[in-house]
């Protein structure tokens, strides 16, 4: 056939064209239909390969890659739909890796790609896959095909007879001791002819009477029972520990060869001694019934095995055993087996493109809603699942419309079981124990030694999910101790805006400061104001959430926006205690796949101590106090004043304190009296108030004193007339030359003294 000479029966244009293009590579020599039938279209390539001098006289490379290789591609009639077959001559050398499983007397196929053959042509054409097989037989003409870079590939098995599920890490850690071989205990079922086995890794002592628990029953779809594992490496750890730098495909079919392959591995008299125990033990303790005997031969490579992070190749096998006879007899048949991992944080920690030895952090998660049940379950996929769930209330009909959870039986219409105890059990099943409490997280934390009761021995972070105020305040006043993170993470606004804050170092500022400063920061945007305060947030107290059903919501909407929430707890998580404490928010755009997001740093709040032990306790932004320090400056030698914005919270008996209210131009000031003016304050205080929606309120003044002194008759008498004009406690906020000074007035207060 001459290049490019692809005229053969009734050729489809596309194949026609794949042809042309495979053609032009310049290792091809010629290109052409062989045959073509109403299905399949089959053309031959030869290609020339890159052959050292001394091997191009021969014609062959030492690794059995001629000069010159025919590749046999077949298309489908359906291409580029479908994908083309690749095929080399059925006696090409099959020791090579990266070759796919197939029978030994059919033509090898090369695996030319790590992923899909299909998109290589769509988005580099027939060209492209030229280029992998040219790469490929260049690699394997000089035994090139396992590359340092990409990690060594495991032994390929033509044939997979059953499956072992094992703990890929503990079992590897078995290498690196000088044992030489272990028993492990296993639990498998066999059905439809296959052995699924999974591997528990503890030691297991096969005494004498051990043997007698082994065994079977027979269940709807087949059998399952208990089985046995041999584990066998080279006994040299450390620079003494063999490695095997020969690729070999698995040949194994008997019990002979599978001692053979377990000598060139450098462990066969530890595996024969360990066959031999269990056959003497049968023979002394006849079981009745057959047992599944794993073989799992420990081999160390070169460099990491593809996938694993470890230079560790696990290799299984399964050996039926019937009779002792059978583990005497080099005619045993041997099974094969292909191994899969099981369900652990490493694997899950692997496939989230984490460290898999990275230190796990317990925490507690309060509330399994619909955002805490996601960002609980983002968690637990990346292997970092909460010890700790806390949330009292049940799932209910409409839950199911946004929770990470499904209902598992129709009973659930009629009985709905807690959403703490639901939620831990998907948790429990991704490998991670997770312990629920069903019990109300306010009663828990105002309890005797409730922060103990929210984070036991060993949990160093509490996370907030409930989007309530009521929970928020709580959690502060349950206190706070060394190596304890506080995080609160929710929606608002009908879910437009999501809010994540993490407390600074020794709980400062703690998680109520930081929803005040979010407060002040929405509040000055007015269409962030108008989503967090307005209309679709007045059914529920501010800062609440979508925590109830009063907010209606597409699930996938939601689910945006606490994949973003999440992504924010793994990032606060890995932060750990800082000085400063953090805001994040993420705002929904126009379209519900569009988010923007902003981070804030806040630092510690000043915390001042009342004018008695029993008066509220006051915390300041250290912004306002830069306020107040400008202020005084611009008016030295007289007193001045202004009008304090935070709000009270009654729960914690606190003041707090996020801006201030500059005093109006009707103020007057002298060196012994500040008389805070009128002009306008009202309709600035109602401003404030009506665009964060009631959260940022006036709460009272403050002025300085030019002396050292605390609150004066004065003073005493103006707090009284305010504490007469509102329901809640007034604050008298004094700066002086040594610090601040407080007074705080309440409206029975007032009463009494009015009297």
């Known amino acids: 056939m001459a290049k490019g000479d692809t005229t053969s029966g009734e050729v489809p244009i596309a194949i026609a064209r794949a042809l042309r293009q495979a053609a032009r590579h310049p290792a091809v020599r010629n ?25 191009k006289e021969a014609g062959v490379s030492p690794f059995g890659v001629r000069n010159l290789e025919t590749l046999t591609v077949t298309f489908g009639s359906t291409y580029p739909a479908s994908v083309p077959t690749v095929e080399l001559r059925n006696d090409f050398d099959r020791s090579h890796p990266h070759i796919n499983p197939g029978p030994a007397d059919g033509p090898v196929v090369p695996c030319l790609v790590n992923g899909s053959v299909r998109e290589l042509i769509q988005s580099r054409g027939m060209f492209g896959l030229m280029e992998q097989c040219a790469d490929w037989l260049d690699k394997a ?31 590897r850690a078995m290498a690196d001791t000088s044992v030489g071989a272990r028993y492990a205990r296993t639990r498998f079922v066999l059905s439809n002819g296959v052995y699924r086995t999974k591997v528990f890794p503890e030691q297991f002592d096969l005494r004498f009477d051990n043997i007698k628990t082994f065994g079977s029953v027979d269940f709807e779809h087949g059998v399952c029972g208990d089985g046995l594992a041999v584990v066998a490496w080279h006994r040299g750890s450390g620079r003494s520990a063999k490695t095997f730098e020969e690729y070999r495909p698995e040949t194994v079919s008997n019990l002979g060869e599978l001692l053979d392959r377990s000598g060139e591995y450098r462990c ?72 899969r991992d ?50 009292r209330e049940a799932l209910e009909p409409h839950n199911y419309a946004r929770h990470a959870l499904l209902p598992e039986f129709e009973v659930e219409a009629l009985f709905f079981p807690g959403k703490a105890t639901a939620l831990a059990k ?26 103990d009761r929210l984070a036991p021995d060993g949990l160093t972070m ?71 305060f307005g209309s679709r947030a007045q059914e529920v107290a501010i800062g609440q959430g979508c925590s109830s059903a009063t907010f209606a919501m ?127 304050v009202t309709r600035s205080i109602e401003r404030l108030a009506h665009r964060s929606g009631g959260a940022l309120q006036a709460i009272g003044t403050w002025h300085n004193h030019l002396d050292p002194v605390g609150p004066s008759t004065t003073d005493r008498r103006s707090a009284v007339w305010l504490a007469e004009r509102q329901c809640g406690p007034v604050l008298m906020l004094i700066s002086t030359p040594e610090g601040y000074r407080s007074l705080v007035v309440e409206q029975a207060d007032a009463t009494t003294k009015a009297e």
């Open 554 to 680: 597409p699930d996938h909407k939601l689910s945006a926006m606490s994949a973003g929430l999440a992504g924010c707890l793994h990032d606060l998580m890995a932060r750990g205690a800082a000085e400063c404490g953090e805001l994040r928010f993420g705002i929904s755009g126009s379209s519900d796949s569009s988010q923007r997001w902003e981070r804030h740093e806040v630092p510690a709040f000043i915390v001042i101590a009342g004018e008695r032990p029993d008066m509220p306790g006051i915390r300041m932004h250290p912004r306002v106090h830069q306020q107040i320090e400008k202020d005084i400056a611009s008016w030295p030698g007289v007193e001045t004043g202004g009008v304090l914005i935070g709000r009270f919270s009654e729960m914690n008996d606190m003041f707090q304190i996020v801006d201030v209210i500059p005093a109006p131009e009707d103020s007057t000031r002298s060196s012994s009296e500040f008389v805070l003016g009128t002009q306008g």
């Open 342 to 391: 099981q369900v652990d944080v490493p694997v899950l920690r692997r496939a989230s493109g984490m460290d898999p030895d990275a230190t796990t952090l317990g925490w507690t998660l309060i509330g399994c809603g619909s955002v805490g049940s996601k960002v609980a379950l983002h968690a637990a996929r990346s292997g970092n699942a909460p010890s700790l769930l806390i949330v």
């Open 31 to 55: 290109c052409g239909v062989v045959s073509v039938d109403d299905y399949t279209i089959v053309a031959h390539i030869d290609m020339a390969t890159d052959l050292a001098a001394r091997w």
């Open 426 to 451: 998907a948790v429990n099943g991704l490998a991670q124990h997770t312990h629920a409490i069903d019990a109300d997280v306010v009663a828990l934390a105002h309890g005797d030694g409730g922060l």
């Open 141 to 171: 003409a000089m035994l090139a095909l396992n590359d340092p870079a990409h990690g060594w590939e495991p032994v390929r098995r033509d044939r997979i007879d059953d499956l072992v599920s094992i703990d890929p890490s503990e079992l």
């Open 462 to 532: 509490i996370v907030d999910a409930t989007a309530s105020p009521v929970v928020r305040e709580a959690l502060v006043a349950a206190g706070s101790r060394d190596g304890i993170l506080g995080i609160e993470i929710c929606l608002m606004g009908g879910g437009e805006v999501a809010y994540a804050s993490c407390e600074g170092a020794r709980a400062n500022p703690n998680r109520s400061d930081l929803a005040l400063e979010a407060y002040r920061i929405f509040a000055q945007d007015d269409d962030v104001a108008q989503t967090v």
């Open 268 to 339: 066969r008299a530890e595996l024969a001694a360990k066959l031999k125990w269990i056959a003497n033990r049968l023979t002394e303790h006849p079981v009745g019934s057959v047992i599944p005997v794993t073989v799992l031969l420990l081999v160390r490579r070169p460099y990491d095995v593809v996938g694993t992070g470890s230079p560790i190749e696990i290799c299984p096998y399964l050996i039926a055993v019937s009779a002792p006879s059978d583990l005497k007899d080099p005619e045993t048949r041997v099974r094969l087996a292909a191994v």
